[in-house]
């Protein structure tokens, strides 16, 4: 999911919510037509009001009779109290009470619905591109001219797959911890020599591990963990040897690291390649 999908997202879901409240709104406008409870109070407090002065009027009219006390009847609609009416919940409308527990709602909603997209884009898993997808790392055969020079070591930084290309004679593999793992190597059928492709981060706290060019090994500067040339422990306080990718090679003779495939191994009890080579840099 893309950044501007994102917040499209964001946008529909305000627009949703603000049509809620302004059709709650509506609804309450026109309702406010209809008698409110205050207003239905106010008029039977008025006809209560007419009532007793109309009394008072029957009963004065009454004793104006010649000094003789004469009963008069109350007329018959003051013989009992009016019933009292049923408010429905149509009359009611939405009062404004309801009016902003269903505002209240509708924004808690929203925010809900903000937090989960923004949670569920958080994890989406990059299905193309990026780290955790399967990435170019160039053609094979570049990458070997690259990587060994005059028998040295020159581990070849990919950024996007955050990996360390190093090169694996093939012949090494029976033995050692790599050997039953598989994708861990590619590309060494044709000249016994393979790639390997070293995941950066330190198997300790996780910093990154660069490389030294003097020991022929990755060094890291946090605690001082050292690895050989091909990711395998030798110091420090690293439980294992550096992770590494599953790696492959396409019909176009390009190496594939799969960043989502990622293989850890136990340290190694024999070396598969000389360490130190030489002074160590941390
Ligand atoms: S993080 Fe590398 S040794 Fe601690």
């Not at 409240?21 to 407090?45: F, N, Y």
């Not at 193309?128 to 170019?136: L, M, R, Y």
């Not at 060994?148 to 070849?156: I, Q």
Request: aromatic content about 8%; hydrophobic content about 40%; charged content about 20%.
């Amino acid at each position: 999911m893309t950044t501007t999908t994102f917040i499209l997202i964001l946008i529909g879901a305000g627009v949703v919510a603000l049509a809620g409240i302004i059709v709650v709104a509506a609804r309450r406008s026109e309702s406010e037509g209809a008698a409110t409870p205050a207003e239905l109070d106010r008029k039977a407090v008025k006809a209560d009001r007419a009532r007793r002065a109309r009394l008072a009027e029957a009963q004065a009219e009454g004793g104006n009779g010649g000094g003789v006390a004469t009963m008069v009847a109350a007329p018959a609609e003051f013989d009992d109290d009016p019933p009292k009416q049923e408010i429905s919940s149509e009359e009611y409308g939405v009062t404004r009470r309801k009016f902003f527990n269903r505002a209240l709602t509708a924004v808690f909603g929203l925010f809900m619905l903000q937090f989960t997209l923004a949670s569920l884009a958080f994890m989406w898993p990059k299905l193309k591109g990026g780290f955790g997808t399967p990435i170019n790392a160039g053609k094979v055969s570049d990458l070997k001219a690259e990587v060994l020079v005059a028998g040295s070591l020159v581990p070849k930084f990919v950024p996007p797959a955050q990996a360390w290309i190093v090169p694996f004679e093939m012949s090494k593999l029976k033995g050692s911890s790599f050997e039953s793992v598989p994708f861990v190597v590619a590309g060494g059928e044709s000249d016994g020599v393979g790639l390997m492709a070293l995941w950066q981060r330190c198997v300790h706290l996780g910093c990154r591990v660069p490389s030294c060019e003097s020991s022929q090994g990755f060094e890291c500067p946090c605690h001082g963990s050292k690895y050989n040339g091909h990711g395998e422990y030798s110091q420090g306080p690293a439980p294992r040897n550096l992770d590494r990718f599953g790696v492959s090679v396409n019909d176009a003779g390009e190496l594939i690291v799969e960043t989502g495939n990622i293989v850890q191994t136990s340290r190694s009890k024999h070396f598969t390649i000389l360490y130190p080579q030489g002074p160590f840099c941390v």
